[in-house]
């Protein structure tokens, strides 16, 4: 049960929100300031929830 709630909160954020690398576009955890792929710290971010 606890574990389906913090799922579905996830996906809840993930809709509201996207971060996606400025260099190379790759689509990143809205948490995250350093792209996975290409390490560059350009990360935007855009928020859908407004
Ligand atoms: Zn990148």
Redesign the pocket.
Known sequence: MGMLSAVRKRLTDRHRTLSE??????NLATTTTE?T????HEIAQYDFSQ
């Open positions: 690398c400025r260099h190379c576009g790759t792209c792929t290409c390490g560059s």
